[in-house]
């Protein structure tokens, strides 16, 4: 059975604290693995995927890196407007995506 | 601009009440979903469809419906035989009809059995 565990669960940062974010994962044949950030009441917004080992991806303060078994996200000098919950999601088969629970991510100026 | 666009925002059902919940899409997307989010929980799918007048059971099925007449709607009914409805629904679409490709979200909608 595929499973993705986000760490941690929550995070809280002080303004221009870098840290990242954790996303384990057990698949067999991954397809690709996707980043998404949601802000609390709204649907998850798109961030990254990445397809293969040593792939990495960068989007203003965030960059998104993938091993084998897991992904980083990482936050350089996290601004107020980052704090939201970041959800890792990786496809295995046909039409298979399965979510982590998030990590909770607080930014405090 | 182009995007997912659910309604309502809020839905309250009475016990033993059906209700549809709409997703329409001018992505021009082949692939939409539906997806449940509960407090402590990922996201989990209900149904998808690749094409229109088809769609396929997602993990959690039971209790819901689904139709896909048109290219850009998929909506969604929560029957009385769903048992726990109260949760955040979220609709999806993709271009890729097979997935591997990230996904576009409405704003959800949040129903509440009173």
């Known amino acids: 059975e595929d499973q993705v565990t986000q760490s941690p669960e929550a995070l809280r940062l002080q303004e221009g604290e870098s840290s990242s974010l954790n996303c384990s994962y057990t698949?067999?044949?991954?397809?690709?693995l996707f980043w998404y950030r949601q802000d609390p009441g709204k649907g998850p917004e798109f961030l990254f995927t990445?397809?293969?080992a040593g792939e990495e991806k960068e989007k203003e303060r965030l960059k998104a890196t993938l091993t084998k078994k897991e992904s980083f996200l990482h936050i350089t000098a996290p601004k107020p407007e980052d704090s939201a919950t970041y959800l890792c999601?990786?496809?295995?088969?046909?039409?298979?995506?399965?979510f982590g629970i998030g990590t909770k991510l607080q930014v405090i100026p | 601009d182009g995007g997912i666009t659910q309604s309502p925002k809020y839905l309250f059902r009475k016990e033993g009440q059906n209700v549809t919940l709409s997703c329409e899409q001018n992505?021009?997307?082949?692939?939409m979903y539906w997806y449940r989010q509960d407090p402590g929980q990922g996201l989990r799918l209900i149904y998808y469809?690749?094409?229109?007048?088809?769609?396929q059971k997602g993990d959690i099925a039971e209790g819901y419906s689904v139709s896909r007449e048109k290219k850009e709607s998929f909506p969604l009914t929560v029957t009385s035989a769903q048992k726990n409805p109260t949760a955040f629904y979220l609709c999806a679409s993709s271009p890729d009809r097979e997935g591997g490709t990230e996904a576009f979200f409405g704003q959800g909608t949040r129903l509440t059995v009173v």
């Open positions: 469809s690749q094409i229109v007048n088809d769609f």
């Open positions: 992505l021009n997307h082949d692939a």
């Open positions: 698949v067999s044949g991954l397809r690709g």
């Open positions: 999601a990786v496809q295995a088969g046909y039409q298979k995506v399965t």
């Open positions: 990445l397809y293969s």
